[in-house]
T-cell receptor
């Protein structure tokens, strides 16, 4: 069990550029979640996948954001035309059914800074 | 809608003191889960505990203990004989059974343990 990994760990980009983040979940976990955490706040849910299907998107996920999970393995989160308000930590979590609920395990996050 | 409130923004203690982190939640669902996560300065969220709404037994794990009281909608976390390594931001979170089971986080409590 190597844990959830995310790449890159840090990204600095200029406003208006596109960025893409990758998340590799724990191998047997069928659910994958994306959260966003701004400074001084708790993480906020963005979207989740069950295998390859994206089943729910938060209203925080504007049209500039898109997430994919081809083949139900790794996932990518793309932000187009970045804005300064997109600066945040983007966290990925994967989960497995534990008999009565899903228990989520988080990756180290990707810290995005938009200048 | 679900809500988690952590009224204590920051707590500072001296090593070996006991400290309690408060968590109050709101939900209309009858089946839900409560969690505590630790976020050290490195940024990764570390899972500490999960409790389901039908299990009000208190739990102890080493120096950590949790007090779940449905009557007051609280799920408090106590660290006994705190250590410098306990310094981190602690998040309480809630998810409801079914659907995404996304986590709804409080704003976190920053704990500083001074030597």
């Amino acid at each position: 069990d190597t844990g959830v990994s995310q790449d890159p760990r840090h990204k600095i980009t200029k406003r208006g550029q596109n960025v893409t983040f990758r998340c590799d979940p724990i191998s047997e976990h069928n659910r994958l979640y994306w959260y966003r955490q701004t400074l001084g706040q708790g993480p906020e849910f963005l979207t989740y996948f069950q295998n390859e299907a994206q089943l729910e998107k938060s209203r925080l996920l504007s049209d500039r954001f898109s997430a994919e999970r081809p083949k139900g393995s790794f996932s990518t989160l793309e932000i187009q035309r970045t804005e300064q308000g997109d600066s945040a930590m983007y966290l990925c979590a994967s989960s497995l059914w534990r008999g009565d609920s899903y228990e989520q395990y988080f990756g180290p996050g990707t810290r995005l800074t938009v200048t | 809608a679900q809500k988690v409130t952590q009224a204590q923004t920051e707590i500072s203690v001296v090593e070996k003191e006991d400290v309690t982190l408060d968590c109050v939640y709101e939900t209309r669902d009858t089946t839900y889960y409560l969690f505590w996560y630790k976020q050290p300065p490195s940024g990764e969220l570390v899972f500490l505990i999960r409790r389901n709404s039908f299990d009000e037994q208190n739990e102890i794990s080493g120096r950590y203990s949790w007090n779940f009281q449905k009557s007051t909608s609280s799920f408090n976390f106590t660290i006994t004989a705190s250590q410098v390594v306990d310094s981190a931001v602690y998040f309480c979170a809630l998810s409801v059974r079914g659907g995404s089971e996304k986590l709804v986080f409080g704003k976190g409590t920053k704990l500083t343990v001074n030597p």
